[in-house]
């Protein structure tokens, strides 16, 4: 079997729109690759607008116009069987839910308000598992105890739980078809910090259960650092470094890299920590050559006009022309 159940390869989709005659084209997702293996938790960061949802949206092939696939290729495996995304949309819609399942931003919102939770079970998993009523109703349950929740919730309307309660619903809903792989964005970040740890550790523990893989969104570096097995850093529609999570958190490599965990707080230590200067570009009209160079304080003159390529480096992979001579902060 392939190790690898996911492959992207130069992907590259653009917002594009045409106001009163004038184009106008957001590279939000330009020239990514990576594989995510068999049984990984990918976690994928970035700051605001740096182009994580479109990436993952393109992966799960929930992209509607203006955003378009404009090159490159999103291809899983699942079971020796290759599915690819954009070549074969058909083939998609049959995999999702069985093979694939994607926790959008908000996703709490796929619960009606003005129906019982169990319609929801009903409505997106029933026709997928070829099961009689009967065991389909017997086979929610034990996956609503296996993952903390009382049945009786089924008889609830949305209004009637708690934030918490509601993600984890929405995660039994993801997961009780057993999927291969699920596709997450954000799936804790409505959430206060101590129910986002609960929902965090049932994620990590149904992904070990089933085997499945994972690939997930969020900028909270924290949440990277409790579940992910490795991470991809994401600045303006770039993979710029990607690796095993420790390794990334221990010893970046992309001055981006090295901000974004050395802004984080830690205990014991009352330092200010320093923002980073300036915005993340502008999509529509980036920087010539390393996208970050504007922003970062290694930058030379090469850098202003030549893209790094995101080449082999340690235990992972990194874009910059300056790589591992930056330390965390
Ligand atoms: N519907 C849209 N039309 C045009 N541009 C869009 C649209 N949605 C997003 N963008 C642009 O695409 C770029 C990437 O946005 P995206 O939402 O993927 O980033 P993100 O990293 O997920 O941000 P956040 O963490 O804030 O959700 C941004 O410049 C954003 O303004």
Known sequence: MNADVLKVEGLKAYYQMNYFGVRREVRAVDDVSLTIRRNEIYGIAGESSSGKSSLIKTIAGAITPP??????SVKFDFDG????VYAEPQAMKGARWQNLSYIMQGSMNVLNPVRKVKHAFHDFAFKHMGLSERDFWAKVEQHLQRIGLDPRVLESYPHQLSGGMRQRLTIALATVCEPDFIIADEPTTALDVLVQQDVLALIKDVQRRMGASIIFVTHDMTVHAAIADRIGIVYAGRLVEEGPTLDV?????H?????LIGS???????RKRSALPGKPP????PPSGCRFHPRCPLAIDKCKT???ALLPRQTGRVACWRAGEVEAA
């Not at 001055?255 to 901000?259: D, I, L």
């Not at 502008?282 to 009209?285: E, F, K, M």
């Open 67 to 72: 955003l378009r696939v404009v090159d490159g």
């Open 249 to 253: 958190f221990r010893r970046p490599q």
């Open 81 to 84: 069987r290759t599915l690819d």
């Open 282 to 285: 502008n999509l529509a009209d």
């Open 306 to 308: 030549d893209n790094p």
């Open 255 to 259: 001055p981006y890299t090295a901000h």
């Open 264 to 270: 984080l707080p830690r205990i014991g230590d009352s």
